[in-house]
């Protein structure tokens, strides 16, 4: 028999929406830029032609992480 778990992470754009918990800024790195939308994870479990999704949890940003390469006042950093 095969069985297969899959597992994904979505960042679904939410420009129009306001900023709130779920609802925040994120590094994209399909489009390799940030942009202010939801991300969650997905788990999906498939075996003999069936697909049964087994979990979905949307991501609550508790942290801001900027990175020293390319986040504010790397350019300055630089120019020293």
Do not use: C
């Not at 992470?9 to 994120?26: G, V």
């Not at 994209?28 to 498939?46: E, P, Q």
């Not at 942290?63 to 390469?69: A, C, F, G, L, S």
């Amino acid at each position: 028999m095969n069985h297969q778990t899959h597992l994904t992470q979505f960042l679904i754009d939410t420009m129009a929406l306001p900023h709130s918990e779920l609802i925040s800024w994120h590094f994209d790195h399909v489009t390799n830029r940030k942009v202010k939308g939801i991300t969650l994870f997905t788990a999906l479990y498939l075996s003999q032609g069936v697909s049964l999704p087994i979990a979905f949890h949307l991501i609550h940003k508790t942290e801001r992480v900027t990175d020293p390469k390319t986040g504010p006042g790397a350019l300055a950093k630089q120019a020293n």
